[in-house]
Structure formats: C-alpha cells, structure tokens
C-alpha cells in the first residue's frame, strides 16, 4: 500500500522580491556606502595635512615683522624689499582659501628669500644676536613647511586618484567631492637671488682739518 505524499510547498511570493532588494543591497548599496566612507575619510586625512602647513606657514608669517623689525634701520635703502614683503604679507592675510594661501604663502616665502639674502651680505647684522635668532628660526619653520607640504601632496595625491576611480567618480559628482590642489615651492624661493649690493656703507672720513699752530 503506497503511502501518500504530501505536494510541495510553494515558495511565498513575496520571497523573490525580498531577495532581489537583499542582493541588491549587498552587492551596490554596501559597495557604495564603503566606497563614499573611504572618500570621506581621505578627504579628512587631507584637511588635516592642510592644516599642518597651513600652521607653519603662519609661524614664518609672524616671524617677518620681527626680521623686518631688526634689520630695517641698517637696510633702509632696501625698500623694494620691504615692499614685497608687505604686498605679500598682505596677500596672505586676505587670502580666504587653501590654493589663495599657499599662492600667497609661496610670494611671501620668495620676498623673505631675498631679504635673507641681502642680510647676509652686511656682516654688523650678522653679528647682531636677535638677527641670528631669527635667521635660526626662519630657517627651522622653512624646512618643517618643506615636509608639511610633502605630507600634504601624498595624501591629496592619493584622495585626488580615489576619487577618478568608478564608482567613486559617481559619488564624487553626486555629493561634491572635489580635486584637491597639489602644492609646490615656487621657483623663485628655491634659487637664490643674484642681489648686486655693492660695498656695504661705511663711515665717512673725517674732512675737519687739523689744527694749526701759531708760531708766537
């Protein structure tokens, strides 16, 4: 005597459509979400590498006016000099974004690279303690900039190709992801100047004449 079977139980129809939204959540949405938190968190490690140069270029930018300060009275006929430091100074001041800062950080730099070149060659500031202080700690902030702005390249470099890489570029359009500029020393505060200072000023001779003597 055969034994009866049950039919098979038919799969309830809501089952395939809860399993195309399963499979779509994990194979687009998950990916898509990971991908926008790896572009956030780039973006971060940018801000935050920005904002270290950003420090040391303030630093050097508090330090001209106390260069400028000591050195002024003995430089007096620089005053092209001065002058660009000054325009720059003020570049600096008003710039209100990271490319407008360090465009105006990179003028600054230039102006001050001619002014320590035109230190240099006056021996009575080179003896002077204040000004070797300040040349000491202008030099200091000058390197730590130099590897600020390296740090800060490598890692807008890597945020930069994360975001031209599908589907992080979809993402990148979508929600404002944008290009981070790279960061370069200007050329000009790289070399050094040729300044034609000529002799550096000494004191006049005397043209009183010497006394006569009156024979009685």
Known sequence: ????????????????????????FVVIV?????????????????DNKFADLDAQLQRRHDL????????????????KVF????????????????TDKVAAGNQEGAALSRLLVIVENYPQLQSTGAVRDLQSQIEGTENRIAVARQDYNGVATQYNTSIRRFPRSLLAGMFGFDKKPLFTASTESRDVPTVDLGPAPSEAPSTTAPPTTVKP
Not at 30 to 46: D, E, F, R, T
Not at 84 to 98: P, Q
């Open 64 to 79: 001209i006016p106390q260069l400028v300060g000591a050195v002024r009275g003995t430089l007096g006929q620089e005053q």
């Open 1 to 24: 005597m055969a034994i009866p079977t049950s039919p098979p139980k038919s799969r309830p129809r809501w089952l395939i459509p809860v399993a195309v939204v399963v499979g779509v």
């Open 30 to 46: 998950l990916p898509l979400i990971a991908s926008y938190n790896g572009m956030v968190n780039k973006q971060q490690a940018v």
């Open 83 to 98: 002058g660009d430091l000054a325009k720059a100074r003020e570049n600096y001041s008003g710039a209100n974004n990271a």
